[in-house]
């Protein structure tokens, strides 16, 4: 079993960053690609950013390329999420996912973590 607890989220001014970490623990986890989604109120849930097992190959949605970065330090079994110049629209529960490779991220999810941006 595979667990993935989110941490880092908050509220922030436009323009402001923050970073989001996602612990996992469980058998094979650090070689499970891992990434990032979001749910904003009455939306539906959206990719955000994927991450390989190895850290090799990452992929983001056209929404927040060049501002998001997305990382893993698999000695800590953590990924992050970076997160720059926000404004209202990433305004969402972000949740951690984990899976078979960057475009299959569904076999895990975390609990979520509140993202809230004020303008």
């Known amino acids: 079993q595979v667990q993935l607890v989110e941490s880092g989220g908050g509220l922030v001014q436009a323009g402001g960053s923050l970073r989001l970490s996602c612990k996992s623990s469980g058998r094979t986890v650090s070689s499970s690609a891992m990434g990032w989604f979001r749910q904003a109120s009455g939306k539906e849930r959206e990719f955000v950013a994927a991450?390989?097992?190895?850290?090799?190959?990452?992929r983001y949605a056209e929404s927040v390329k060049g501002r998001f970065i997305i990382s893993r330090d698999n000695a800590k079994t953590t990924v992050y999420l970076q997160m720059n110049s926000l404004n209202s629209e990433d305004t969402a529960v972000y949740y951690c996912?984990?899976?078979?490779?960057?475009?299959?991220?569904?076999?895990?999810w975390g609990q979520g973590t509140q993202v809230t941006v004020s303008s």
């Open positions: 996912a984990a899976g078979q490779n960057t475009y299959s991220l569904r076999d895990y």
């Open positions: 991450i390989s097992w190895s850290g090799g190959i990452t």
